[in-house]
């Protein structure tokens, strides 16, 4: 059981190149978010999803790109990286309603636009 | 709108002695409230949860947290801390509407000193 994971786990990118985060989770879990993590800052949620077919925005979620076909996959997508973007994203993942229950978190991927 | 406030961006304890991070949230109903901790490189690890019932919540690595209604509080503590609980340590509320997500404080980096 793999839980959630991520993939790349670090990737250098040039400003205005694109890109796309893999999320996968293999635990049945209906409810998936992206989170990005700034020093100082906490997690801000970026986008997430309550279903396969279903998206909608987080707090912080300009630049950025989802798609969710199927009930694994979550991936996140940067069209024209900007050096704002240099972050450390995470992907989760919860059964039921994440604010009841919580999250499983993926081991993240740490992304340096440059 | 909710909101979690970590009021500590840094605390250093010795090795065995006690250990409390403060964790302050605002919420309009009765909250779900999480503590998570992440080691230097690594995703977010659930350690407790909060969501109704005894209000002295136990968790895992023989963490505990105390729910207070009156102060808006949901303190974390540990009587004797080991040098490996040194990491960082995110409080949380958890909403039932809106996609039902997780709302994260802006951390606390805990140091143990030997």
């Known amino acids: 059981n793999a839980g959630v994971t991520q993939t790349p786990k670090f990737r250098i990118l040039k400003i205005g190149q694109s890109m796309t985060l893999q999320c996968t989770q293999d635990m049945n879990h209906n409810y998936m978010y992206w989170y990005r993590q700034d020093p100082g800052m906490g997690l801000k949620l970026i986008y997430y999803?309550?279903?396969?077919?279903?998206?909608d925005k987080g707090e912080v979620p300009n630049g950025y790109n989802v798609s969710r076909s199927t009930t694994e996959d979550f991936p996140l997508r940067l069209e024209l990286a900007a050096p704002s973007q240099t972050s450390v994203y995470f992907c989760?993942?919860?059964?039921?309603?994440?604010?009841?229950?919580?999250?499983?978190f993926g081991s993240g991927t740490r992304l340096t636009v440059v | 709108a909710q909101s979690v406030t970590q009021p500590d961006i840094h605390i250093t304890v010795s090795e065995g002695a006690s250990l409390e991070l403060r964790c302050n949230y605002s919420y309009g109903a009765t909250p779900y409230l999480f503590w998570y901790v992440q080691s230097p490189g690594q995703g977010l690890q659930l350690l407790l949860k909060?969501?109704?019932?005894?209000?002295l919540v136990q968790g895992i690595k023989g963490f505990e947290a105390e729910f207070k209604r009156s102060q808006s509080s949901f303190n974390l503590r540990k009587p004797s801390v080991h040098w490996s609980d040194a990491a960082e340590y995110f409080c949380?509320?958890?909403?039932?509407?809106?996609?039902?997500?997780?709302?994260f404080g802006t951390g606390t980096q805990l140091k143990v000193e030997l």
């Open positions: 949380a509320v958890g909403s039932t509407g809106g996609g039902n997500k997780l709302t």
């Open positions: 989760a993942s919860s059964l039921r309603t994440g604010g009841q229950y919580g999250y499983t």
């Open positions: 999803s309550v279903g396969a077919g279903i998206t």
């Open positions: 909060y969501f109704s019932g005894d209000t």
